[in-house]
């Protein structure tokens, strides 16, 4: 089980910022921005590239959700990330979408 399975089981605490049947959002233990939030599916998906056709919903609900949680921290320009695999930095392995703001980004990242 990973970290993000036990705060969906509320197994270990976490600062929530939004909660509904099919995902979970909740403050980056370690904030990269003013704004970093993590936006992650109730279900166990390791990673976005084992998602497929059956996904669909879920992961537009995502997306949608994104764009809403980030107006409700006050943000209304934001950047969404998702790491895919350890080689690009992926840590936990429960998909997760980094929706971060508040301060200026790079383009190309980093
Ligand atoms: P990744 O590197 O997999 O894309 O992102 C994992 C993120 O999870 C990191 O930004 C890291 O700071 C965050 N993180 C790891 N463990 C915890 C935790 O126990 N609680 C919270 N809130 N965030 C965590």
Known sequence: MTIFAKI???????????EDDQCLAFKDISPQAPMHVLLIPKQAIAKLTDTNEEHKHL????MVKAGEIAKQQGHDEFR??????????????????????????QWPPG
């Open 59 to 62: 992961l537009g609900h995502m």
């Open 8 to 18: 969906i089981n509320r197994e270990i605490p976490a600062d929530i910022v939004y």
């Open 80 to 105: 969404v990330v998702i790491n895919n695999g350890a080689g690009v930095g992926q840590s936990v392995f429960h998909l997760h979408l980094h929706l971060l703001a508040g301060r200026g980004f």
